[in-house]
């Protein structure tokens, strides 16, 4: 009797973790994931220098313990299990609604969107950088929801943009509901090799995408450049990692050169494009969501702030903070040791407020420390 009670209780947790284990694939494999590359892009990808043995590979390699492929779920777990110290503002985050479409495409301006994403206008064209205008940024609903007040900007609120730019297909800089509403309204996108695999899985026209390997340029008419780099991270939208590319960029114009680092770790490409490029005028740089396990693919503050000195940046733009809550420190851990940090630098902090613009070819910026008036702790 014991034992066919057994043998049927057995049955039915072998049953119910099939129909989770079915149900988790199904949904695994819902528009949304993307598309692992294939084709004429897979063989692109395999010729890569970058490419080896079946994933891209950094230039310097990341500890194992750092990035163990068996702990992206544990990791995911404890992100949203984990005990924070103040990991959300108390009250709604203080915005600026700049109205992007009134703006003179003429005048560069950069725009802080929240987290890693930004309007940029540089040389006439209007770009966009890794927008998430979803009101979280994971594949779960209720994981990495955006702070209070931080998601002001609408798809509806967007110009017709001339470049959509992607630095790597991670939830939190590629938001599948973002960029399907702004289809219509994208001309180009430029992102590294394979993403483009997702692309074509949510009905972009083919010859709309570029995509781009590490040091390869694309050159615009508009007398924009666009160079790819090196970053020090890794990729997926699922468990399967670095099947696609994630990068850096450089973009040069005759009066501008700007730095977006995306997602990286610190290392010694920063100091390479700082001697290639003979400096930059601004860089946009990770920091925020780090922890000692993270730091070899998300900088640390003070890493951030050694990255723009090897760049030879003439100031820096935090990015990567300020929206979402994925690593454990506060949510204004970053803001707080930047400033500090870069105290008496003669490099200045650039600190906007979502949505106020930083005009370019301002002489000075004058921003205020805008996470005081969030936070308890005033320093």
Not at 3 to 19: D, E, P, S
Not at 80 to 88: F, G, S
Not at 323 to 352: G, N, V
């Amino acid at each position: 009797m014991i034992k066919r009670r057994f043998l049927k209780m057995l049955t039915g947790l072998v049953l119910l973790a099939a129909v989770l284990f079915s149900g988790g694939y199904g949904y695994m494999h819902t528009a949304k994931f993307g598309a692992f590359p294939e084709g004429v892009r897979l063989q692109k990808i395999e010729a890569s220098p970058n490419y080896r043995d079946g994933e891209f590979r950094n230039l310097e390699p990341i500890p194992t313990m750092t990035i163990e492929k068996k702990g992206v779920v544990r990791r995911l777990l404890n992100s949203l299990t984990a005990e924070k110290d103040r990991p959300r503002p108390e009250v709604p985050i203080p915005t600026v609604k700049t109205d992007l479409a009134g703006l003179d495409r003429n005048d560069d301006t950069v725009i802080w969107l929240g987290h890693s994403s930004f309007y940029m206008q540089i040389a006439g064209r209007r770009i966009l950088i890794d927008p998430v205008f979803s009101d979280n940024a994971a594949p779960i609903p209720f994981a990495n929801k955006a702070f209070p007040g931080t998601n002001i900007y609408t798809t509806a609120d967007m110009p017709d943009i001339d470049i959509l730019l992607i630095t790597h297909d991670h939830w939190d800089h590629l938001d599948y509901p973002t960029v399907m509403a702004l289809k219509s309204k994208i001309a180009k996108t430029i992102c590294p090799l394979g993403v483009g695999a997702h692309f074509e899985r949510w009905g972009f026209p083919e010859s709309s995408v570029v995509e781009m390997d590490w040091n390869e340029v694309l050159q615009l008419d508009s007398g924009l450049a666009i160079h790819a780099l090196p970053a020090r991270h890794y990729s997926g939208r699922t468990l399967t990692r670095n099947k696609t590319l994630w990068a850096a960029y450089a973009l040069i114009s005759q009066e501008r050169k700007i730095y977006i680092s995306g997602d990286s770790g610190y290392g010694s490409h920063f100091r390479a494009a700082g001697e290639t490029f003979g400096g930059f005028d601004l860089a946009v740089l990770d920091s925020g969501q780090y922890n000692e396990g993270w730091r070899y693919v998300h900088m640390m503050p003070e890493d951030a702030v050694q990255a723009t000195a090897d760049l030879q940046a003439g100031s820096l733009l935090p990015a990567h903070a300020g929206k979402f809550s994925i690593a454990r420190h506060s949510w204004d851990d970053p803001f707080i040791r930047l400033t500090r940090t870069m105290e008496h630098s003669p490099i200045p902090l650039l600190t906007p407020k979502i949505g106020e613009p930083v005009p370019l070819d301002a002489e000075e910026h004058r921003f205020s420390q805008w996470w005081k008036e969030n936070s308890a702790t005033n320093d």
